[in-house]
């Protein structure tokens, strides 16, 4: 359905506010800046230190009384800047803030709280917030953190799966460890192999051609008949005494360990939906006051009389009406017709096309195409 060319009537009702929260964190009425104002000194003052910053304590205890940092803090203006209040300010407005929820409310916990709220609240703690106290900043965000929780652990459990075959690339079962010194730290217990032999190849099976392309270690010696020999890296890993069976077992733990990573990631997308759903029950928008009527009668275009017919369902009233119309190739055809109109009052900008018959637009069209054929220059031979 195409949405454009909708009519919309709006009637008095439940106010649009009640149905979600509107504004952000950084924004404040005009009507409540006098409001929030006046509180800035009572919380500059009256702040616990456990709820106020690291970075407010140290300013307040510490570095206000260096003039280098406060050079105004001996002045007797009374307009001059308050540091307090400045941090006061930045904590309570610009900072996002949280509230207990109200009792009786179906979920527990924290809210988010408006900027400059006067209610008790506090700052988003970074240990105590939970997941369900960030409903309140929209459906991506919870999802956000749920998905970095979920993926934390699960790369956790992997990284404790792979201890064994850790411990396995670092013994001297599988390489050299005179060799594994030269290593670095973090590339210890790693598959790779540093313990290598050089063997003589035999002759039909080198190449060094298609071994320098593949990227093969080789050598090649002359020998006093005049014979040329080649000789190959091999690398020795495991080594010659350890057992096939730790090799095999090193594969299979691989492999289950894949199959976690796998499996998780399919219940991911399970657990994902299910959160989705929460935080969007968590959160109070217009879309869940919304009606939608996909068969009205094609000759329904009037508001008030859906105005009314909705209005016996509910005794509050209706907020919004929005009939959309189905014309999206009318809308088209109209887009087209005033690009070729602009087009053609710029080709012909001395007639008014408001005030031209066709007879008269047609000639003027056939008259300018003529002219521009005669002026056209004929392409100069080769």
Same mark, same amino acid.
């Given at each position: ?8 009537? +709006? ?50 205890? !510490? ?5 280098? *940092?406060?050079?105004? %803090? ?6 001059? $800047? ?35 709220? =006067?209610? /008790? ?8 917030? %939970? ?12 999802? !956000? ?21 850790? !411990?396995?690339? !670092? ?35 080198? *190449? ?11 050598? =090649? ?6 014979? =040329?020999?080649?000789?190959? &890296? ?5 080594? &010659?005494?350890?057992? /096939? ?31 989705? %759903?929460? *935080? ?22 009037? $508001?008030?009389?859906?105005? /009314? ?19 999206? $190739? ?11 109109? %602009?087009?053609?009052? +710029?080709?012909?900008?001395?007639? /008014? ?10 000639? &003027? ?9 005669? =002026?056209? +220059? ?5």
């Amino acid at each position: 359905m195409d949405y454009s060319g909708a009519r919309t009537l +709006r009637f008095r009702g439940h106010d649009a506010s009640s149905y979600g929260r509107v504004g952000s964190v950084s924004t404040i009425h005009s009507s409540e800046r006098e409001k929030v104002m006046g509180n800035v000194q009572n919380w500059a003052q009256c702040d616990n230190d456990q709820k106020k910053t690291f970075s407010r304590l140290i300013v307040e205890k !510490y570095l206000m009384k260096w003039k280098a *940092y406060y050079p105004r %803090k001996d002045d007797d203006d009374e307009n001059k $800047p308050n540091l307090k209040e400045g941090w006061a300010f930045f904590e309570h407005v610009t900072l996002a803030r949280r509230k207990r929820r109200k009792e009786g409310d179906e979920n527990s916990g924290f809210q988010r709280a408006q900027p400059g709220e =006067t209610e /008790d609240t506090e700052l988003y703690g970074f240990f105590s917030t %939970k997941e369900t106290d960030l409903s309140g900043w929209g459906v991506g965000i919870g999802l !956000y953190f749920s998905t970095m929780r979920w993926f934390s652990a699960t790369l956790f459990l992997g990284g404790l799966l792979s201890i064994r075959n850790i !411990y396995y690339y !670092y013994t001297n079962d599988y390489n050299d460890l005179d060799t594994e010194n030269n290593l670095g730290l973090i590339l210890r217990g790693s598959a790779i192999c540093t313990s290598t032999t050089w063997l003589e190849c035999e002759e039909g099976y080198c *190449y060094p051609e298609k071994m320098k392309g593949a990227d093969v270690t080789y050598a =090649t010696t002359t020998l006093d008949d005049g014979s =040329t020999k080649t000789f190959v &890296q091999r690398l020795n890993c495991p080594n &010659q005494d350890s057992n /096939d069976n730790d090799v095999l077992k090193a594969a299979l733990w691989n492999l289950g360990t894949l199959c976690f990573m796998l499996l998780a990631t399919i219940a991911f997308s399970f657990f994902q939906s299910r959160q989705q %759903k929460v *935080y969007d029950e968590d959160q109070c928008t217009a879309s869940d006051y919304s009606v939608r009527v996909l068969n009205p009668p094609k000759d329904a275009y009037d $508001p008030e009389k859906w105005r /009314d017919f909705f209005k016996t369902f509910d005794e509050k009233g209706v907020t919004l009406v929005t009939i959309i119309l189905n014309n999206g $190739p009318l809308l088209k055809a109209l887009r087209a017709r005033r690009y070729f109109r %602009k087009e053609l009052q +710029r080709r012909l900008p001395n007639i /008014d096309l408001d005030n031209i018959s066709d007879e008269e637009l047609n000639k &003027q069209i056939e008259e300018r195409a003529e002219r521009k054929k005669q =002026t056209r +220059r004929p392409l100069r031979k080769v």
